[in-house]
């Protein structure tokens, strides 16, 4: 391992267990392939838990799809949440290891030539994001508990291996903040560089090592283009199933909240909307963090070009520098998805205006259909 996966590892040392722990990074001393190996049983195990519920679960809506609204919504819920998580942990377990050694690799110079900036911030981000992990997992276990034995009597008694995939099934949803929370600490990281960088381009000011720190830039954009191609597929799966639970669940949560019997089940939409609406906002806001530290780095160099105090050649250094400047911006990271999703905290605000406003359609259509019962039922009173 590289001095800097060694330094991120001790700083985030929570998250780097928990990803040992579910068998997607390996530890110094420890072989890769008892990590893969472990990681591998360890899908296998929460894979087949989730197609045993599936298919358990909703096998009784499968005449009813497509023919029946709530059993057409019960059936993609389910499929979406079992795509996603099977999805994203595999491309972690196949992809996550090689990844990061390749991503250290190539900021490991540009860590000795900043002169190790302190990683302190990644540290609070990964620290808050473990607790935030277990906290969605166990609270949602907790609630789902609750509504199986209280809220929702069954015909048929639960038997225990049900209730043993049910819960594996619901700890295997940390899958889905893991892989947000890996971006968002490998994107700090990348924010903290671009930083240092500015810093010191005006704080040593100099026509020496203006090159070297064009250098650097481009080599931190390039470093976030990896990761934004890397990591393409797991944060669209991420979006698409952020975006269809707050369709589904924000209007299953109008429902709940009106049935005071369903207390908890309401806690636990509440707590299935807030988690989606947590991952889409840090989706969206590490790509703006990036993206807002790279064009301060070219606005410093910029400067740098143009101190007046700097002995530099109009005719041969100034047109260099204005060249190195130029190439910058092409290698700037641009957080879009396949073509189709453009990642920015502007994503949060505009799922939130269509989830509004489908919940504003349904429950407008409600009252109507309602409206319409009443007039039925006060015409057939007249007959």
Not at 8 to 31: A, E, K
Not at 60 to 87: H, Q
Not at 88 to 115: A, E, G, V, Y
Not at 292 to 303: E, G, P, V, W, Y
Request: net charge positive.
């Amino acid at each position: 391992m590289t001095g800097l996966r060694n330094r991120f590892n001790g700083s985030v040392s929570g998250l780097h267990r928990l990803l040992h722990f579910l068998g997607l990074d390996s530890s110094p001393g420890s072989s890769k392939w008892k990590t893969k190996l472990w990681g591998s049983i360890g899908f296998l195990v929460m894979f087949q838990a989730g197609q045993y519920v599936f298919v358990l679960r909703s096998f009784p809506y499968f005449k009813c799809f497509l023919v029946k609204l709530n059993a057409t919504i019960t059936l993609l819920d389910r499929f979406t949440r079992f795509f996603s998580v099977g999805s994203i942990h595999l491309i972690l377990l196949l992809k996550l290891d090689s990844f990061l050694d390749s991503f250290f690799n190539q900021l490991n110079p540009i860590d000795l030539q900043l002169c190790l900036p302190k990683l302190s911030r990644v540290r609070r981000l990964a620290t808050a994001g473990v607790v935030w992990i277990f906290f969605v997992c166990n609270s949602q276990v907790i609630c789902a508990t609750y509504v199986e034995l209280v809220e929702a009597p069954r015909k048929y008694s639960i038997s225990l291996l049900e209730r043993l995939q049910q819960f594996i099934r619901l700890e295997s949803y940390m899958i889905l903040d893991v892989s947000v929370v890996i971006f968002c600490t490998l994107g700090e990281l990348l924010v903290i560089y671009y930083r240092q960088l500015a810093n010191d381009v005006i704080l040593c000011p100099s026509s020496k090592d203006f090159f070297l720190f064009s250098s650097i830039s481009t080599q931190l954009s390039c470093t976030a283009a990896f990761l934004r191609t890397q990591f393409s597929s797991i944060l669209l799966v991420n979006c698409i199933h952020s975006f269809v639970c707050l369709l589904l669940f924000a209007d299953a949560l109008i429902s709940e909240l009106q049935n005071p019997n369903l207390k908890i089940t309401a806690l636990w939409t509440s707590i299935v909307l807030i988690d989606c609406l947590v991952r889409l906002w840090l989706i969206g806001h590490t790509a703006d963090k990036i993206r807002t530290a790279s064009q301060r780095c070219i606005r410093s160099l910029r400067h740098l070009r143009d101190h007046t105090l700097l002995d530099i050649n109009p005719s041969y250094q100034r047109n260099q520098i204005t060249l190195a400047i130029v190439e910058i911006p092409r290698t700037l990271p641009h957080f879009k998805l396949f073509g189709m999703i453009t990642l920015s905290k502007e994503l949060v605000f505009g799922v939130l205006e269509t989830t509004a406003a489908y919940i504003y359609n349904s429950v407008k259509w409600f009252q109507i259909k309602n409206e319409k019962v009443d007039i039925l039922r006060i015409q057939s009173a007249f007959i």
